[in-house]
């Protein structure tokens, strides 16, 4: 528990059986606060609410209060978040919702005090409810269509700020799976919002992006920042990079990585965020002013996501520049993720570096899905011997444990059916599910296994048929898809990784294709490029067939320039096909 939540006068109790048996017993709601370190509104909710005397007595009296950090606990985060953090809910014993609310200060809670006492007098438990999306509905299954990406497509131009960048006109997300599915179909928006990115929340002193921005015009920072956010937006800079070319989109990347490696490193691995400090004041100062400040707390948590995250973001960009900074903390980084996170295929969400007891869920969807994508990464970028030879026999067996633990009913859940409150409820998040499958994509390119390609093909069909209702948040969906549908452009290189004409195919222009260095079936010293379909060869299109023969039995490349020309030869076959 954060010591935020430890000086306050509540008797909180840690996520767990114990509070909802008491709660039981006692016959008693219990009080959830979801909380973060890098919260600033949380730790003010501390101070101004849940120490205050009163009410603090009231909570201890008439509530089993429950603390739980969301960083540590997605699961919880995902099935009581209230829209924000702090989030405080109000459940049965049994871990329905009475009630819930963001942030309150002492008048709020006094008054939602007093309702919920009067709901639970009246009710009980009979008041609780479960929310729609836990209610073991099952997903809107249908078929894939080439309307998905054009629904998607249409959905970018619907919401696209012409005045600011970016999509919606409220608060402003970076959105980086968003900016990396329109660098390849709408760039000129992608370039546009990844400038405002970079104008308005990047620290220009110290690096490192702010979470997002509450003004539909980018302003009103939020100061948190976060290891996720982060690594992806590196990622979606480095991405613009290889299109464009252009310094203005590697330097962000670069300042990023910085921030990454120094203020974020605990030495082994990426610390979890860093806080913006009570009421933001540290970064709204002048850089003179803010050298002489503390800087705001690091959460120094190495999560098994936001790891695995960082290490597919850092090698993506050495891979378009050869920066070997990037390239080493991204190897230190996966060390540990292998060393220390993951045990028979099964990755644990975190271990405390502070205390060796407390150890996180494993088994949840994202860790594994970022996993396999960073394993996979490293495989493409620094060839067989990534992982010391490892990384490809890992990357299956945290596949493996992910699709015979999590994988039923034609799609992933979140993580095991089981444990308290609501966690027996399964829930199927669309990202979790999305990037699992685009990892499994290039598992199956890099493996040759079919099944992989089945598994991932099954799980966009179990959420197609809402393909109507997507909008641009979820735009990651349609990069898959695409995918599945069109096949993945695949690079196989017969020369090591590290030679010119490794290098050469990581930088052809289409950051959703697999590069294969060291690819058996390729004479040494050359390359082929070919469009891979897997169970779609048999049934695609006699224009679409003729491509894939085209590609299959061009003469391999013998130079970069060779492989340029032959590569964009087939990027613009594709774009006259589609």
């Given at each position: 528990?954060?010591?935020?939540?430890?000086?306050?006068?509540?008797?909180?109790?840690?996520?767990g059986?114990?509070?909802?048996?008491?709660?039981?017993?006692?016959?008693?709601?219990?009080?959830?606060?979801?909380?973060?370190?890098?919260?600033?509104?949380?730790?003010?909710?501390?101070?101004?609410?849940y120490?205050?005397?009163?009410i603090?007595?009231?909570v201890?009296?008439?509530?089993?209060?429950?603390?739980?950090?969301?960083?540590?606990?997605?699961?919880?985060?995902?099935?009581?978040?209230m829209?924000?953090?702090?989030?405080?809910?109000?459940?049965?014993?049994?871990?329905?919702?009475?009630?819930g609310?963001?942030?309150?200060?002492?008048?709020g809670?006094?008054?939602?005090?007093?309702?919920?006492r009067?709901?639970?007098?009246?009710?009980?438990?009979?008041?609780?409810?479960?929310?729609?999306?836990?209610?073991?509905?099952?997903?809107?299954?249908?078929?894939?269509?080439?309307?998905?990406?054009?629904?998607?497509?249409?959905?970018?131009?619907?919401?696209?700020?012409?005045?600011?960048?970016?999509?919606?006109?409220?608060?402003?997300?970076?959105?980086?799976?968003?900016?990396?599915?329109?660098?390849?179909?709408?760039?000129?928006?992608?370039?546009?919002?990844?400038?405002?990115?970079?104008?308005?929340?990047?620290?220009?002193?110290?690096?490192?992006?702010?979470?997002?921005?509450?003004?539909?015009?980018?302003s009103?920072?939020?100061?948190?920042?976060?290891?996720?956010?982060?690594?992806?937006?590196?990622?979606?800079?480095?991405?613009?990079?290889?299109?464009?070319?252009?310094?203005?989109?590697?330097?962000?990347?670069?300042?990023?990585?910085?921030?990454?490696?120094?203020?974020?490193?605990?030495?082994?691995?990426?610390?979890?965020?860093?806080?913006?400090?009570?009421?933001?004041?540290?970064?709204?100062r002048?850089?003179?002013?803010?050298?002489?400040?503390?800087?705001?707390?690091?959460?120094?948590?190495?999560?098994?996501?936001?790891?695995?995250?960082?290490?597919?973001?850092?090698?993506?960009?050495?891979?378009?520049?050869?920066?070997?900074?990037?390239?080493?903390?991204?190897?230190?980084?996966?060390?540990?993720?292998?060393?220390?996170?993951?045990?028979?295929?099964?990755?644990?969400?975190?271990?405390?570096?502070?205390?060796?007891?407390?150890?996180?869920?494993?088994?949840?969807?994202?860790?594994?899905?970022?996993?396999?994508?960073?394993?996979?990464?490293?495989?493409?970028?620094?060839?067989?011997?990534?992982?010391?030879?490892?990384?490809?026999?890992?990357?299956?067996?945290?596949?493996?444990?992910?699709?015979d633990?999590?994988?039923?009913?034609g799609s992933?859940?979140?993580?095991?059916?089981?444990?308290?409150?609501l966690?027996?409820?399964?829930?199927?998040?669309?990202?979790?599910?999305?990037?699992?499958?685009?990892?499994?994509?290039?598992?199956?390119?890099?493996?040759?296994?079919?099944?992989?390609?089945?598994v991932?093909?099954?799980?966009?069909?179990?959420?197609?048929?809402?393909?109507d209702r997507?909008?641009?948040?979820?735009?990651?969906?349609?990069?898959?898809?695409?995918?599945?549908?069109?096949?993945t452009?695949?690079?196989?290189?017969?020369?090591?990784?590290?030679?010119?004409?490794?290098?050469?195919?990581?930088?052809?222009?289409?950051?959703?294709?697999?590069?294969?260095?060291?690819?058996?079936?390729?004479?040494?010293?050359?390359?082929?490029?070919?469009?891979?379909?897997?169970?779609?060869?048999?049934s695609?299109?006699?224009?679409?067939?003729?491509?894939?023969?085209?590609?299959?039995?061009?003469?391999?490349?013998?130079?970069?320039?060779?492989?340029?020309?032959?590569?964009?030869d087939?990027?613009?076959?594709?774009?006259?096909?589609?």
């Open positions: 528990m954060d010591e935020s939540a430890e000086r306050t006068r509540v008797e909180w109790h840690e996520w059986p114990e509070p909802f048996e008491i709660a039981d017993r006692a016959g008693k709601p219990v009080l959830l606060s979801l909380s973060a370190t890098w919260c600033s509104w949380c730790h003010e909710m501390d101070e101004e609410t120490s205050e005397p009163r603090a007595a009231n201890n009296d008439g509530f089993v209060p429950v603390r739980v950090d969301v960083d540590r606990h997605p699961r919880v985060r995902e099935r009581y978040n829209g924000g953090f702090p989030s405080t809910v109000f459940l049965t014993p049994e871990g329905e919702q009475l009630t609310a963001g942030y309150l200060g002492p008048d809670m006094r008054q939602v005090i007093t309702s919920v009067k709901m639970w007098d009246g009710k009980g438990a009979e008041a609780g409810r479960v929310p729609r999306s836990l209610q073991g509905e099952a997903t809107p299954a249908g078929e894939l269509t080439p309307r998905i990406e054009e629904q998607l497509l249409g959905a970018l131009h619907e919401t696209y700020d012409e005045q600011a960048g970016g999509w919606g006109a409220d608060a402003k997300f970076p959105m980086p799976r968003t900016i990396e599915f329109a660098l390849k179909r709408e760039r000129e928006q992608a370039l546009r919002t990844l400038d405002a990115v970079g104008a308005n929340l990047l620290d220009d002193y110290a690096g490192g992006f702010y979470r997002y921005a509450a003004g539909g015009d980018w009103e920072p939020h100061y948190e920042k976060m290891l996720d956010t982060n690594a992806a937006l590196v990622r979606a800079f480095a991405n613009a990079y290889l299109y464009t070319g252009r310094e203005e989109y590697r330097q962000p990347a670069a300042d990023t990585i910085e921030y990454l490696t120094t203020t974020l490193w605990t030495g082994d691995a990426f610390a979890g965020s860093q806080s913006a400090g009570p009421g933001a004041e540290f970064y709204a002048e850089p003179t002013d803010r050298e002489a400040a503390d800087e705001p707390p690091v959460d120094p948590t190495p999560f098994a996501d936001r790891n695995a995250l960082a290490v597919d973001a850092l090698l993506t960009y050495h891979a378009y520049t050869d920066d070997d900074a990037a390239r080493q903390y991204a190897e230190r980084a996966l060390d540990y993720l292998a060393e220390t996170l993951i045990d028979d295929g099964e990755v644990v969400h975190f271990r405390d570096p502070e205390d060796a007891d407390e150890v996180g869920e494993a088994l949840l969807l994202a860790d594994h899905a970022r996993t396999v994508a960073a394993l996979t990464t490293a495989r493409e970028v620094l060839g067989a011997d990534a992982l010391d030879g490892r990384a490809i026999e890992l990357a299956e067996r945290v596949a493996d444990a992910a699709i633990e999590l994988h039923d009913e992933f859940r979140d993580g095991p059916a089981n444990g308290e409150g966690l027996d409820r399964p829930l199927r998040p669309l990202d979790g599910n999305v990037e699992m499958t685009d990892a499994l994509l290039d598992l199956a390119v890099l493996t040759g296994e079919d099944r992989y390609r089945d991932a093909r099954e799980t966009i069909e179990a959420f197609a048929g809402a393909w997507f909008g641009p948040q979820v735009a990651g969906y349609g990069s898959a898809a695409s995918r599945l549908l069109n096949g452009l695949v690079i196989r290189v017969g020369d090591d990784a590290g030679s010119d004409l490794h290098r050469a195919a990581l930088r052809m222009g289409d950051h959703e294709k697999v590069v294969v260095p060291e690819a058996e079936g390729v004479e040494d010293g050359t390359a082929a490029a070919s469009i891979v379909t897997g169970d779609e060869r048999s695609s299109s006699p224009r679409s067939q003729a491509r894939e023969d085209a590609a299959a039995t061009a003469e391999p490349a013998e130079t970069p320039e060779q492989l340029e020309a032959r590569v964009s087939l990027i613009d076959e594709r774009s006259e096909a589609n």
